[in-house]
């Protein structure tokens, strides 16, 4: 997620930018910049931008603010391209009069980049984004220098998820266009903004236009005009904004932790897509990893990280025939661990700082074994000292209890395990077509998934008195119900324990009695029967069964007491979609008793102590 800023009117710009930018940093940032312009066609853009926090920008330009009353502002969550003055945004064509700064992936920037290119032009920055300005330049010319109509010119051409600001020279307006990432109108008198989110607006105004996929808009001073991609006008109406500032930043929602799990089809885009090649039956990771070398996995992390690990093996496994182990880091580091130099150490971490997992990164590296890490946060120790890093871009997570890092661990190990049996022969061109077409549907799936929301309250209302409760799963999906019965004990302070399935009959059978919840994942699987079996075992002695199943199964209800239905999708991709009703079902149950959902008690959101 990156933070956008644009101004339009008799203010100094640079100062509402940074204004602005500085109310964004929930979004997180790792570069800062802006461009401004003063009114008239010989306007010069100024442009200054520098890597690091927004701190830094302000320090670049305390000397004086860039004069001018038009102008777009920008912090960077990094996600091709490192974080450094030259790939932080805005971009700018190569007369210096074309501005450019963009939320999202451009996800065939590749071929495009290749083709520009070959027209002769030259690229500055390792970035995505740089492909707009170069697209944009030969529009404009062969627009007659029409930005607005140049700029849809350009988006003809490019797929993927942008929220994205231009400014030119010449022109005393903006043109903005929106898809997938968020962008906001604010209409003032004689003034008008742009934002990624509305929390950089309330200090000038209340009314704002929400774009949508596909909007095109013109800001001037006066008025703002919007289109589709087509140049068609549409018609948007404006909403009044009655948040306080925290609740802007929440986007309205109660609580952030609510807020990451509706972010969670916008994170599985951003991990996902953007990477895949050769029509997308390929990816492209940024990996320095020679797959040969490696014999073995061991998956090393803290808690839900490990969680999203015990996922990895069974995919890795699964897909690559990688022998693949997960151990917690707090126990890895001091077990004199069986790793070498053919050993693949793959370390999975939200805030990258957690010292268990960044200690067992060390021993493991100390022993010879190559070393990946999946990390959300940029900048981190760990991403300093593993040999390959590979980002999820789940954006700045600010609720305790991980949600959608999670699921972008999730689907960062699903394109790993992908690229993996790419690369070891595993998976040939017909699986891995009905495999990244089932990766793709996710994101839609898992938006599906969110509706669900009132009918797991309403499950939750009855269950919230329970003292303890069980989460069953097999196979992956053991690791859901891991997952589940953590976000529960956390947030909740209900005493949650998972289990295999089929080891219920072992001994854990005996807690079962009316009063104890048992949350069971059903979904589609070779073992499905005796999943069905062990439901029946639980209701025998009068569980209290809520099962998650594929929204198709019509014969789960007579096994169940409540049925959460999801969209089905792959055995080994329905992880993501199914970890959903359980991350909602734990934040339900917290708020219907009350709790502290965003700093549960005796939690903090990094553990950098032993
Ligand atoms: C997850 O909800 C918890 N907050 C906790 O288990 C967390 O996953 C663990 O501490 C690891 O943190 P990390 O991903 O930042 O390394």
Redesign the pocket.
Known sequence: MCGIVGYVGGREAAGVILDGLGRLEYRGYDSAGLAVKGFGSDGKLRAVKRAGKLSVLRDAVAAGLPAGCVGLGHTRWATHGRPNDVNAHPHLSEDGRLAVIHNGIIENYVELREELAGRGHVFVSETDTEVLVHLMEEAYEATSHDLATAVRACLARVSGAYALVVAHAEHDALVAARNTSPLVIGLGSQENYLASDVPALLPYTRDVIYLLDGDVAELGRDGVVITNLQGVPQARETNRVEWDAEAAEKGGYEHYMLKEIYEQPTVLQNTLFGRFTHGGLDVELGLDLDPTTIDRVVIT??????YAGEVGRTLLRRLARLDTVVEVASEFRYSEPVVDERTLCIV???????ID?LEAMREAKRRGARTLAIL??KGSSISREADDVLYIHAGPEIG????K??LGMVAAFALLSFWFARERGYMDDDAAREYVRALRELPGQVERVLQVREHVAQIAEQIKGARSSLFLGRGINAATALEGA??LK?ISYVHAEAYPMGEMKHGPIALVDRDLPVVAVATNSPLYDKTVSNLQEVRARDGRLVVVADEDDTKIGQHAEFVIPVPRTLELLSPVVNVVPLQLLAYEVARALGRDIDQPRN?A???TVE
């Open positions: 992390a803290a808690g839900t990280a490990s999975v971490s939200q805030s990258g700082e957690t997992t959300n946060a305790v209890a991980s949600t890092a999670y953590l976000k956390e939690l959101k990094s553990v």
